[in-house]
Protein backbone atom coordinates (compact mmCIF):
# COMPACT_ATOMS: atom_id res chain seq x y z
CA UNK A 1 0.00 0.00 0.00
CA UNK A 2 1.07 3.74 -1.03
CA UNK A 3 0.21 6.90 1.43
CA UNK A 4 0.54 10.03 -0.10
CA UNK A 5 1.62 13.04 2.47
CA UNK A 6 -1.50 15.47 3.12
CA UNK A 7 -0.92 18.67 0.99
CA UNK A 8 -2.33 22.05 2.34
CA UNK A 9 -1.98 25.37 1.20
CA UNK A 10 -1.63 28.01 3.48
CA UNK A 11 -1.61 32.21 3.03
CA UNK A 12 1.42 33.88 4.74
CA UNK A 13 4.65 33.91 5.90
CA UNK A 14 6.91 30.85 5.80
CA UNK A 15 8.96 31.83 8.87
CA UNK A 16 5.45 32.20 11.26
CA UNK A 17 5.14 28.42 10.76
CA UNK A 18 4.97 25.71 13.29
CA UNK A 19 6.51 22.63 11.48
CA UNK A 20 9.08 19.81 12.41
CA UNK A 21 11.04 21.00 8.69
CA UNK A 22 10.87 24.86 6.84
CA UNK A 23 12.53 24.90 3.93
CA UNK A 24 14.54 27.46 2.70
CA UNK A 25 14.61 28.98 -0.50
CA UNK A 26 18.37 29.39 -0.37
CA UNK A 27 21.15 30.67 -3.08
CA UNK A 28 24.22 28.25 -3.73
CA UNK A 29 26.35 30.72 -1.27
CA UNK A 30 24.57 29.23 1.52
CA UNK A 31 25.50 32.61 3.10
CA UNK A 32 22.08 34.88 2.80
CA UNK A 33 20.04 36.62 0.42
CA UNK A 34 16.85 38.36 -0.53
CA UNK A 35 12.96 36.85 -0.44
CA UNK A 36 12.75 33.96 1.88
CA UNK A 37 16.46 33.54 2.51
CA UNK A 38 16.58 36.52 3.93
CA UNK A 39 13.22 36.67 5.56
CA UNK A 40 14.85 32.91 7.80
CA UNK A 41 17.66 34.77 8.61
CA UNK A 42 16.55 37.58 10.22
CA UNK A 43 13.95 35.56 12.30
CA UNK A 44 15.72 32.70 12.91
CA UNK A 45 18.63 34.67 14.25
CA UNK A 46 22.41 33.70 13.69
CA UNK A 47 22.73 30.00 14.70
CA UNK A 48 21.34 29.32 11.20
CA UNK A 49 24.06 31.21 9.56
CA UNK A 50 26.88 29.83 11.57
CA UNK A 51 25.67 26.41 10.29
CA UNK A 52 25.77 27.40 6.81
CA UNK A 53 28.89 29.07 7.37
CA UNK A 54 30.19 25.70 8.73
CA UNK A 55 28.80 23.78 5.86
CA UNK A 56 30.84 25.93 3.59
CA UNK A 57 33.42 25.43 5.20
CA UNK A 58 33.44 21.77 5.10
CA UNK A 59 30.98 19.77 2.95
CA UNK A 60 29.86 22.32 0.53
CA UNK A 61 33.33 24.04 0.21
CA UNK A 62 31.74 25.46 -3.30
CA UNK A 63 27.93 26.08 -2.56
CA UNK A 64 25.27 23.61 -2.60
CA UNK A 65 24.64 22.59 -5.95
CA UNK A 66 21.10 23.67 -7.66
CA UNK A 67 18.49 20.79 -6.82
CA UNK A 68 20.25 20.03 -3.53
CA UNK A 69 19.44 19.91 -0.29
CA UNK A 70 20.81 20.23 3.19
CA UNK A 71 19.98 21.12 6.90
CA UNK A 72 20.87 23.64 9.59
CA UNK A 73 19.07 24.25 12.90
CA UNK A 74 16.47 26.05 12.71
CA UNK A 75 17.51 28.80 15.51
CA UNK A 76 14.67 30.85 16.75
CA UNK A 77 12.30 29.56 14.47
CA UNK A 78 9.06 27.32 15.53
CA UNK A 79 10.69 24.14 13.36
CA UNK A 80 13.01 21.40 14.23
CA UNK A 81 15.49 22.34 11.33
CA UNK A 82 15.74 24.43 8.00
CA UNK A 83 15.96 22.73 4.85
CA UNK A 84 17.83 24.34 2.47
CA UNK A 85 17.75 23.91 -1.34
CA UNK A 86 18.80 25.95 -3.95
CA UNK A 87 15.88 26.45 -7.24
CA UNK A 88 17.25 26.99 -10.84
CA UNK A 89 17.21 30.42 -12.35
CA UNK A 90 14.18 29.99 -15.07
CA UNK A 91 14.90 30.46 -18.66
CA UNK A 92 13.56 30.92 -21.80
CA UNK A 93 16.05 28.70 -23.26
CA UNK A 94 16.91 26.01 -21.45
CA UNK A 95 13.99 23.16 -19.86
CA UNK A 96 15.44 23.05 -15.81
CA UNK A 97 12.24 21.45 -14.58
CA UNK A 98 14.19 18.78 -13.32
CA UNK A 99 15.91 20.84 -11.47
CA UNK A 100 13.15 22.46 -9.45
CA UNK A 101 11.23 19.18 -9.14
CA UNK A 102 14.91 18.31 -7.69
CA UNK A 103 14.87 20.38 -4.72
CA UNK A 104 11.47 19.61 -3.55
CA UNK A 105 12.31 15.35 -3.97
CA UNK A 106 15.78 16.61 -2.19
CA UNK A 107 14.22 18.47 0.77
CA UNK A 108 11.10 15.81 1.28
CA UNK A 109 14.70 13.03 1.28
CA UNK A 110 16.56 14.74 3.65
CA UNK A 111 13.73 16.09 5.97
CA UNK A 112 12.70 12.44 6.35
CA UNK A 113 16.26 11.71 7.16
CA UNK A 114 15.42 14.19 10.34
CA UNK A 115 12.66 11.87 11.14
CA UNK A 116 10.10 14.73 10.22
CA UNK A 117 6.46 14.41 9.53
CA UNK A 118 5.79 18.10 8.67
CA UNK A 119 7.04 20.22 6.14
CA UNK A 120 6.37 23.64 4.84
CA UNK A 121 7.54 24.46 1.43
CA UNK A 122 7.66 28.38 -0.26
CA UNK A 123 7.09 28.48 -4.36
CA UNK A 124 10.99 27.71 -4.96
CA UNK A 125 12.41 29.89 -7.49
CA UNK A 126 9.27 32.33 -8.48
CA UNK A 127 10.57 34.90 -6.76
CA UNK A 128 14.29 36.04 -7.41
CA UNK A 129 14.51 33.19 -9.66
CA UNK A 130 12.11 34.33 -12.11
CA UNK A 131 9.73 30.95 -12.43
CA UNK A 132 6.70 31.27 -13.86
CA UNK A 133 4.31 31.11 -10.76
CA UNK A 134 1.87 28.53 -12.59
CA UNK A 135 4.45 26.54 -13.63
CA UNK A 136 6.35 26.31 -10.05
CA UNK A 137 2.75 25.42 -8.43
CA UNK A 138 1.95 22.57 -10.88
CA UNK A 139 5.21 21.07 -10.50
CA UNK A 140 5.79 21.64 -6.99
CA UNK A 141 2.39 19.75 -6.14
CA UNK A 142 2.96 16.90 -8.45
CA UNK A 143 6.21 16.12 -6.79
CA UNK A 144 5.16 16.11 -3.82
CA UNK A 145 1.69 13.83 -5.11
CA UNK A 146 4.69 11.14 -6.62
CA UNK A 147 6.22 11.15 -2.93
CA UNK A 148 4.10 7.97 -2.05
CA UNK A 149 6.63 6.20 0.10
CA UNK A 150 8.02 9.00 2.15
CA UNK A 151 7.55 9.07 5.87
CA UNK A 152 6.62 13.12 5.77
CA UNK A 153 2.83 12.88 6.22
CA UNK A 154 2.06 16.54 6.34
CA UNK A 155 3.36 18.71 3.62
CA UNK A 156 2.05 22.54 3.61
CA UNK A 157 2.84 25.28 0.67
CA UNK A 158 3.17 29.09 2.35
CA UNK A 159 2.24 31.55 -0.23
CA UNK A 160 2.96 34.53 0.60
CA UNK A 161 0.78 36.87 -1.76
CA UNK A 162 -3.03 36.33 -3.56
CA UNK A 163 -1.81 35.60 -6.77
CA UNK A 164 0.82 32.91 -5.36
CA UNK A 165 -1.94 31.52 -3.39
CA UNK A 166 -4.72 31.24 -6.47
CA UNK A 167 -1.87 29.82 -8.86
CA UNK A 168 -1.41 26.63 -6.34
CA UNK A 169 -4.96 26.21 -5.64
CA UNK A 170 -5.38 25.90 -9.48
CA UNK A 171 -2.92 23.55 -9.77
CA UNK A 172 -4.20 21.42 -6.53
CA UNK A 173 -7.40 21.69 -8.47
CA UNK A 174 -5.63 20.24 -11.51
CA UNK A 175 -4.02 17.61 -10.27
CA UNK A 176 -6.90 15.93 -8.20
CA UNK A 177 -8.83 16.32 -11.70
CA UNK A 178 -6.37 14.52 -13.64
CA UNK A 179 -6.06 11.73 -10.51
CA UNK A 180 -10.08 10.89 -11.38
P1 LIG B 1 13.90 32.31 -5.26
O1 LIG B 1 15.23 33.01 -5.26
O2 LIG B 1 14.01 30.81 -5.17
O3 LIG B 1 13.02 32.78 -6.36
P2 LIG B 1 12.51 33.97 -3.28
O4 LIG B 1 12.68 33.93 -1.82
O5 LIG B 1 12.90 35.22 -4.00
O6 LIG B 1 13.27 32.68 -3.84
O7 LIG B 1 10.99 33.70 -3.65
C1 LIG B 1 10.34 32.44 -3.61
C2 LIG B 1 8.86 32.69 -3.33
O8 LIG B 1 8.68 32.94 -1.95
C3 LIG B 1 8.25 33.90 -4.06
O9 LIG B 1 6.98 33.51 -4.55
C4 LIG B 1 8.14 34.96 -2.97
O10 LIG B 1 7.06 35.84 -3.19
C5 LIG B 1 7.88 34.10 -1.76
N1 LIG B 1 8.26 34.67 -0.44
C6 LIG B 1 9.09 35.70 -0.15
N2 LIG B 1 9.18 35.86 1.20
C7 LIG B 1 8.39 34.90 1.77
C8 LIG B 1 8.05 34.53 3.10
N3 LIG B 1 8.54 35.18 4.16
N4 LIG B 1 7.21 33.47 3.28
C9 LIG B 1 6.71 32.78 2.24
N5 LIG B 1 6.99 33.07 0.96
C10 LIG B 1 7.82 34.12 0.72
Known sequence: MTTQPALTLVRGDLT???????????????????????????????????????????RYGKGLPTGQAVATTAGRLHAGHVVHTVGPVWSREEDRSALLVSCYRESLVVAAGLGARSVAFPAISTGIYGWPMDDGARLALRTVREETRSPVTDVRFVLFDADAYAAFERALAELDRSAG
Not at 24 to 38: I, Y
Not at 39 to 50: E, F, N, S, T
Open 16 to 58: EQHADVLVNAANSSLLGGGGVDGAIHRKGGPAILDACRDLRAS
